[in-house]
């Protein structure tokens, strides 16, 4: 998943951080029961009811369809998550879903074009019982619409600010498994302390996500630590620099630092963004970012851009597993670059 997409969504969402609650916290769901009963679910947008057992599941936004893919549901349909249609065999999905797939034998989805904003007519010919959501940036006008496809399950709270553990117990709660769901969170967390016993040197140590681009390095954004980026290196163990926890009080998704302010990411042990190996020398380079200890100590993680690796530490119920040794490694070394 490409950067830039992320931050102009969540440039347009902004305004709406200031009018809900600091805290995404758990959906507001309430279930009368699985197995053929109604589900009522409340979220951001209204009150969804779900009749009987989806059998046919459509999803749209950022890793929905993961949710369903680990609790043995194949959708039928999903909203491209590559930006770019890229993904392996063209279908714009990743490596995880894609395998997940395989494993459930299931057929190759519909992939919504996201291109122009929400793909109505794929998503009204997958013929959805209904659509997940839990993770999404829907306005209230496109919750509208796709309700009138199928019952359409959105974000408890803030568009693009749901925590990963939010989004699988929101999505799940709408497939008549949320005991499953807490059961997958449950799972995903005891990986996650598995994959970061021995990670001794992220102990203490701050961190925070960012956007950098290589060949302009006039400005570089921060992304708060509400993001789901940014928070995962807090379930990883890190702790967050100032500025990204300033940036998250002010209602903010990401902040917009000049170069001239590189002394603001001071307390940065860890820096962590999108780029590949040319991030580190261009940073160095600099006569101002140069300056930073974590980039004088070489304490920065690329993690790609536009391929599998980037999109994953976006964390989904199947991304979390697919990277997490690999993301813990490399977090692991630049944190003892820091001390």
Known sequence: MSARPFLAVSALAGSALLLASCATGDASAESQGGGGESIVIEHALGTTTIEGTPERVASVGWGNQDVALALGVAPVGADDQTW??????????????????DELGAEEPIVFDTTDGVDF???ADAAPDVILAGYSGLTQEEYDTL?????????????????WRD???VDA?????????????ADLDQQIVDATADAAAIEGKTAAFFYMNPADLSTVSI??????????LGDLGFEFPSLATETTESGEFYADIAAENADKLEDVDVIVAYGGDELLPALQADPLWSTLPAVQNGAVVGVGSGDAFSG????????????????????DDAASQAE
Do not use: C, H, N
């Not at 709660?173 to 997958?184: F, N, P, R, S, T």
């Open 84 to 101: 770019s249609m890229t993904g392996d065999d063209g279908l714009g999905l990743y490596d995880w879903s894609l395998d997940a797939y």
């Open 121 to 123: 007519e794929a998503i």
């Open 147 to 163: 309700s009138e496809i199928a019952p359409t399950v959105a974000y408890p709270d803030v568009p693009w600010y749901t925590p």
């Open 167 to 169: 989004a699988i117990r």
């Open 173 to 185: 709660e709408a497939l008549g498994k949320a005991d499953e769901g807490e059961q997958l969170v």
């Open 223 to 232: 992304y708060a630590t509400k993001d789901s980026r940014t928070a995962f």
């Open 312 to 331: 994953s530490v976006t964390p989904t119920a199947l991304s979390i597993p697919w990277m997490l040794d690999d993301y813990v490694a490399l977090l």
